[in-house]
């Protein structure tokens, strides 16, 4: 039985890959941080079949230790401060934990198991300020945000240790990537959310920030997919993972508002608070590389996408609001 650490198990694409990968048969081990507020909530219903153990990518000794005590043969790497909003008022942090725990963990496995696969999640945030449209592996960086600057840090090194020490280590290029499992603080579960609560009357406005900012949006459920095919290549190498169709915050809101038969203009306000101090206008991927190589498509589309995740948000709240 193939074994695989994912660290960040308990975020939206840890939750999927390890399904993704229970089915395919693997032992699925998933590292968390001792915190407080520790949330398994995603991870609920397969977390009777998985093995979760104690590490953090501040501290290298703990992923030292995980790594020699269970010796998987994958290790993903989807632990980050992931939410660029959050990467301005702590950018130290962010490089802390998004930066260096990468080179923290690509060190671990170095020392206690050079044959590991490792995967890193990379970001279309490094694009930032983008230099050609759409973008490929071959694009040069411009990231705007102390998120994505973290996320070049840890591209770039785990190239580098790739090179260096001759690990299989690969980076997937993720674009924008969603699902019902997104976290609130993220502008499509933001809008699916509210027009969930505008549609059931417990709210009658939602407030957002640039409308005509654009990104190329994708299932996180066929994402998880193109990683472990990464890792399942002779070769190690660097993927871009998208649909190569962009949409706009507007869009995204007169296709949720209109699936509950409402007008988005009747609902939604701009707020200057919810605007980055250097926005990023167009990320569009051209995943052609992921196609040829490792046979990989999405499937699902992107108003499928946004139906799904209204859905979700309002049989979420239903239950709430039954339950009083």
């Known amino acids: 039985m193939p074994k695989a650490l994912i660290t960040g198990i308990t975020g939206q694409d840890g939750s999927y890959l390890a399904e993704f990968l229970l089915e395919k048969g693997y032992e699925v081990i998933g590292l968390v941080r001792r915190t407080s507020t520790v949330n398994f909530e995603r991870i609920g219903h397969i977390q009777d079949r998985i093995t979760l153990v104690s590490g953090d990518l501040l501290d290298q000794t703990s992923l030292t230790r995980v790594l020699d005590e269970h010796r998987p043969q994958e290790v993903y790497n989807l632990a980050a401060q992931s939410f660029v909003q959050t990467s301005w008022a702590q950018p ?126 994708g299932f996180a459920g066929d994402y998880v997919k193109a990683m472990w095919l990464m890792l399942q290549q002779d070769e190690p190498g660097d993927y871009v993972v998208a649909t190569g169709v962009t949409h ?64 979700a948000d309002l049989e979420r709240l239903r239950k709430e609001m039954e339950q009083g």
Not at 130 to 153: D, H, L, M, N
Not at 291 to 298: C, D, K, S, T
């Open 92 to 217: 130290v942090f962010t490089g802390e934990v998004t930066a260096l725990g990468v080179t923290r963990l690509l060190d671990a496995i170095r020392a206690v198991d050079p044959t590991i696969r490792f995967y890193q999640a990379s970001s279309s945030e490094m694009f930032g300020k983008v230099r050609e449209v759409p973008q490929k592996e071959t694009t040069p960086f411009y990231p705007r945000s102390p998120y994505g600057v973290a996320k070049v840090y840890g591209h770039w090194i785990t190239v580098n240790y790739r090179e260096s020490y001759g690990l299989h280590a690969t980076s997937g290029i993720l674009f924008n990537h969603e699902s019902p499992r997104r976290g609130l603080e993220f502008v499509t579960r933001k809008v699916t959310d509210g027009v969930a609560r505008i549609k059931l009357g417990l709210s009658d406005t939602l407030a957002l920030g640039n409308l005509d900012s654009r990104r190329d949006w």
């Open 248 to 311: 706009s915050v507007q869009d995204l809101c007169e296709i949720a508002f209109s699936y509950v038969d409402l007008d988005w203009h009747d609902y939604v306000t701009q707020d200057p608070r919810f605007m980055r101090p250097a926005e990023v206008d167009l990320l569009v991927g051209d995943a052609s590389k992921a196609h040829r190589v490792l046979g990989w498509e999405p499937e699902v589309t992107f108003k499928e996408l946004i139906h799904m995740m209204v859905d």
